[in-house]
């Protein structure tokens, strides 16, 4: 009874790890957009989507995340994995939030270190979130379901999925600018540098051992950012 019980207790902890870790990369996500000197492809979609269409960020990211996640889960033919599902939900509803709560300051230096913020902020988000082993967001599902499907390398087909999700959020009127290539260029460095905090951190948390996992040979990129669902 009581091995069931911390078992329970464990699961729970954990799960709540993954959801702070994921409302810290939304923190994240926002300040980017609100510094305005470029968004993550991802988010230059949802950003374009709100400009042509309406609707706030958050409510794009919910609406993409559900396509991503039936267009995943029919490939894979099964049901969506809860972690996918939380990230989606819990990621569209702390963006808009953040982004009600923030501002965009007057100063361009102010705004590019609003910028560097985010992208730092978002890198231990990520962090955060994946060290409890929780699961995958709709993203990285459907890279994962391509990969399968294709036989290509993971780095291929998630590359040829932020540039064709970048171009139509350009087409859209997204932000693509100087903060687009440096996330683009800087976030597997930041996930590298912020992951192995994070997973000493929560192995702390949750009283277990430390990991020898490599993250450079892991099956899910864990750098392959997630944002906005």
Known sequence: ???EFAKHEHLIARW???????????????LMIKARLGSAPWDVLHVGLQHQFGLTVGTWSIIIGIGIIAVSS???RRMPQAGSVVNMLVVGVFIDLFLWMLSTPDSYLLRFGMLLAGIVV??????TYIAPGCGAGPR????LALQKRTGWKVSRVRGLMEVLVLIVGWVLGGPVFIGTVLFSLGIGQVVGFTLPQCEKMVNRLLGRGGTNENID????????????G
């Open 16 to 30: 709540l790890i993954f959801t702070v870790g994921i409302i810290i990369m939304s923190f994240g996500i926002a």
């Open 217 to 228: 040979e892991r099956s899910l990129r864990t750098y392959d950012y997630d944002g906005t």
């Open 74 to 76: 029919w490939m894979e």
């Open 140 to 143: 990285d599902s459907l890279m």
């Open 122 to 127: 978002i890198g231990y988000g990520i962090g």
């Open 1 to 3: 009874m009581e091995r």
